[in-house]
């Protein structure tokens, strides 16, 4: 644990550095409609985003909820899952465009869900910039 919190400043720094990737993912899965049972393109965007960061495995659960399979190198080590359901209680009536600010965003179902679903998705590019470009762990 003593590690982890030893490299909490560089964490902070990369996060830092990955910041247009989380606004980016944020705004690109969010504005998308996906009221319940009608979210299919945005789990096809969702898993579009976890195939660039090179997730070993896509695909989805029983309710279209995307997973994304981080194998990993290491044999003792567990692969990890990363699962969402992206639905939303907005519906496709309503505007779904995000306004930016310098210390904001707002808009339909920003912190819904949106925000949760952005950073999910930027976590794949956490992991390689911590571990020399790959998702090894």
């Not at 705004?27 to 070993?56: C, H, N, W, Y």
């Not at 904001?104 to 952005?118: R, W």
């Amino acid at each position: 644990m003593d590690s982890y919190l030893d490299k909490l400043p560089e964490f902070v720094d990369i996060i830092r550095s990955i910041k247009e990737t989380i606004i980016t993912n944020i705004v690109l899965i969010g504005q998308i409609p996906a009221p319940t049972f009608k979210e299919k393109r945005r789990t096809s965007v969702f898993m579009e985003r976890l195939a660039d960061f090179r997730v070993d495995e896509c695909t989805t659960d029983g309710y279209r909820n995307p997973i994304g399979i981080v194998k990993g190198t290491s044999e003792t080590k567990p692969p990890i899952f990363v699962v969402a359901h992206l639905d939303t209680i907005w519906g496709t009536d309503i505007d779904h465009y995000y306004t930016i600010k310098e210390n904001s965003i707002t808009g339909a179902g920003v912190t819904e869900n949106s925000i949760g679903i952005g950073v999910l998705v930027s976590l794949m590019d956490l992991m390689i910039s911590t571990n020399s470009g790959s998702l090894s762990r």
